[in-house]
């Protein structure tokens, strides 16, 4: 068997296996698998960003550690919107609705625009001063306006590629993103260096380099997933009829997606107040928590991935009427990644000097990241649990309990215990614990954040999932029980 021919039949598309019957183990694997890949891809763009940036100063390390999360904020404002068309999308393809699927993708895409325009409008005017309050020195601040202008105004270009990848999953289909990402990284890491030094005939750019080598490959992934959906032979098809604002449509993508939207928003600005805190620091500290950042979020690629299969597995299942089938999913996936991602904790552990040396030569932001790794590294396994069930909160349409458990790990546990533990009150009499207690932090809310999502999961009440669909197709109106036609969506051919 050639190599093509092995790396082939790892992966296989949504028409090689049912995710409504038979076993459950290898759909979830199959499906995951690429998602992996894809979320490894789309996290290379920021350790590109990291490895180069760290190569040509500290100062522009430290202002991309403040903008990659002030950027994960405009995009999670309009989180919901792909959310939601995900979601549909699975529950419609699970009950065998084809041209129902086909209406609520052309209507996320069509909304997520629109939100995508509004929210880089917003970005491109209203970052640097943020970044300045959440503490950035003034040289610093002036690159992470630098960077952000840029990438405010190709938000709408990277939002569209999301919610492309989006779509796809909610049909089963992981592997076509996968292929379009594969080939826009390696644009990006090509010419990431060319704009940010300066190489050749390409001016030195800097920090903004960065951006605009990151738009521009973006922009080509988004363009060729548009004309995918268009064509429909892979997953699922866009109808150009179709993508008219419908704002009767609109209200259910708000419904299903605005929970999602304020998790995405909660998180983003808990990390974006956790560099507050990091920032009454010097700007090694914020350098070394910025490389920790992105390592963490290399390492938890497996577990975002699985809980995004959970989350197609639970809606197509329910929407096939199988919740038994939809909780074994959730609860082999949740043993699975706390398994997997323990032992990358050991090995994380044990290299993270090693690892941190790869994104700076400053011996004091090598010790920082460090030091990060070795007080999280023990609880990756918790995250790992914690994302397969939130997974199937959402595909239930429980976006709300997933918000919930999310918002209260980040912003009620770990935010307030890093803070009291840099600025422990007097009457306490305690010494502050410096950066060690906002690593600590980060360790007690994943521990705590996966015993929320188990306990709330073994009540049960995710199987009465928020009614997206009535029978034959009908959307259920929450207010009141009763059954429309489909709120403006077309019945089947």
Known sequence: MSLRSRVSALFKGREEF??????????????????????????????????????YSTEALA??????????????FGLGVSVAGSVLVAQHTGAE??????????QTVTFAAIVAAVLGAVGYFGVEPIAGLLGAEPNVQRLVGEYMRVIAVGLPLM????????????YGDTITPMLVMFGTVVVNILIDPLLIFGVGPFPELGVAGAAYATIFSRGVAF???????????????????????????????VRIGLPSSVEGVGRSVSVNLMLVIVGLFATPVVAGFGIGIRVFSVIFLPAIAVGRAVETMTGQNLGADKPDRAAEAARLAAVVMFGVLA???????????PIAALFSNDPEVIRVARDFLRWVAPTFGFLG?????????????????????????????RLPF?????????????????????????????????????AWYQRGTWRDADATRGPGGDVVDDADGSVNPADGAPTDD
């Open 18 to 55: 049912d995710l409504t019957s038979g076993g459950i183990g290898w759909p979830l694997f199959y499906l995951a698998l690429p998602i992996v890949v894809t979320n490894l891809l789309q996290t290379a763009y920021n350790l590109a960003d990291t490895f180069w940036l760290g190569q």
């Open 385 to 413: 649990a914690m994302r397969a069930y939130n997974g199937s909160f959402r595909g239930a349409g429980k976006t709300f309990t997933a918000a919930v458990i999310s918002i209260s790990a980040l912003g009620l546990i």
């Open 418 to 454: 890093a803070y009291f533990a840099v600025r422990p009150p007097d009457f306490l009499g305690i010494d502050p614990a410096g950066t060690n207690g906002i690593w600590l932090a980060f360790a007690v809310s994943n521990v705590l954040g996966a015993a929320m999502a188990y």
């Open 63 to 76: 202002a991309i550690s403040f903008a990659f999360p002030m950027v994960f904020l405009l995009i999670s």
């Open 343 to 353: 032992g990358a904790g050991v090995l994380t552990w044990v290299g993270a000097t």
């Open 97 to 106: 609705e084809e041209r129902q699927a086909q209406y609520a993708a052309a």
């Open 159 to 170: 939002f569209g590629f999301f919610v492309f990848i989006s779509l796809m999953r909610g």
């Open 223 to 253: 363009l060729v997933g548009m004309w995918i959906m268009v064509d429909g032979r892979r997953g699922v098809r866009i109808r150009v009829g179709d993508l008219s604002p419908d704002l009767e449509y609109a209200r259910k993508l």
